[in-house]
């Protein structure tokens, strides 16, 4: 059974940094996509980071600040997030799918049960 556990979010103010980890078991990172997600209240799901096999992807929002990264060792990916705005605040989510990553959450089977993520100004 798939599972994915995040942790490391918290509560900061603007301009401060928190690293977010989504940890795997019965699933194996190394040839797969993971991406985060973050959702605020009232706002759809939105793609932030992706990374497969070396690789990575930002969306423009993060471009920047937001570091993805993954430990294939301990089979967990990381989120770095630096200069972090109040926009950022949301629950943020890692997914894993097989093959190349993709922005649409629809293609993503795998989830974990999130992290809240709060950015005061």
């Known amino acids: 059974q798939v599972q994915l556990v995040e942790s490391g979010g918290g509560s900061v103010q603007a301009g401060g940094s928190l690293r977010l980890s989504c940890a795997a078991s019965?699933?194996?990172?190394?040839?797969?996509?993971v991406s985060w997600f973050r959702q605020a209240p009232g706002k759809e799901r939105e793609w932030v980071a992706g990374i497969r096999e070396g690789s990575t992807y930002y969306a423009d929002s993060v471009q920047g600040r937001f570091t993805i990264s993954q430990d294939n060792a301990e089979n967990t990916v990381y989120l770095q997030m630096s200069s972090l705005k109040p926009e950022d605040t949301a629950m943020y989510y890692c997914?894993?799918?097989?093959?190349?990553?993709?922005?649409?959450?629809?293609?993503?089977?795998?989830w974990g049960q999130g992290t809240q993520v709060t950015v005061s100004s």
């Open positions: 997914a894993a799918r097989g093959g190349y990553c993709h922005a649409d959450s629809s293609q993503y089977l795998n």
């Open positions: 019965g699933y194996r990172y190394s040839t797969n996509c």
